[in-house]
């Protein structure tokens, strides 16, 4: 008999890792980049100046309303900035949701599944993301010979994919698989009715046309499955 564990890999690495190792296993290399990803874009670059030494009175003001949301209303000495910095970052993904952590770890326990260790759990955070390149491999028609006009679509459909954004190309995983991370070896690009398949017609007559009605499907809200 066996047990097949599904990871959340949409979850802080620091918290997964904490569930897996105990709170004592996440090293301050994970639990800042861990912490970063929690930020917005303009307060990660708050952060990354003050651990570098060269805020400005703004960085300063921001860095301070960051310091006061997470529950710490002075702002530390330089000198003591990066120990301050990792306090905050500890209490927010690792202390507050310690009872979810204990959890998980108690039935870890009684799992008797092999964990998995540091490295590992990065390879599988970093096999999960999703990119250009891994998502344009897994689009496969479903027959080996294809028509004139259906190779022509999947042309298409293999640049509109080689030319999206990464939030983009996350909804259009999502729109084909259900998940925003790679969660499946091969999406069929087919004329018939498979799990996990994209059908499209052979109508489009140019590319950019092909771009815009996928623009407009993934532009809608009718997918969305945000967690609570």
């Known amino acids: 008999m066996w047990t097949m564990v599904l990871y959340p890999v949409r979850l802080s690495q620091a918290f997964v890792f904490a569930c897996i190792q105990g709170i004592d296993a996440v090293d301050e290399s994970i639990l800042m980049s861990s912490f970063l990803k929690y930020l917005s874009s303009a307060e990660q670059e708050c952060v990354e100046k003050a651990l570098q030494g060269n805020m400005d009175e703004i960085n300063k003001e921001d860095l301070i309303d960051l310091f006061t949301r997470m529950g710490s209303h002075i702002l530390p000495p330089q000198d003591n900035m990066q120990s301050a910095i990792l306090t905050m970052v500890h209490n927010v993904l690792l202390q507050e949701p310690k009872f979810i952590i204990d959890c998980f770890i108690s039935v870890r326990a009684v799992m ?112 969305a499955m945000d967690m609570l």
């Open 112 to 223: 008797h599944c092999n964990l998995i260790n540091k490295v590992s759990t990065l390879k599988l955070y970093e096999s999960k993301k999703a990119t250009i390149r891994k998502v344009a491999q897994i689009l496969k028609p479903s027959k080996e010979f294809l028509r004139e006009h259906e190779q022509v679509v999947l042309n298409h459909l293999l640049c509109y994919v080689r030319s999206v954004d990464q939030r983009r190309l996350e909804t259009f995983l999502r729109f084909c698989t259900g998940s925003n991370v790679m969660c499946k070896d091969k999406i069929e690009v087919a004329f018939n009715n498979l799990s996990a398949v994209l059908e499209l017609p052979c109508t489009y007559n140019s590319y950019p046309e092909f771009r815009t009605e996928f623009d407009n499907i993934l532009s809608g809200n009718c997918f």
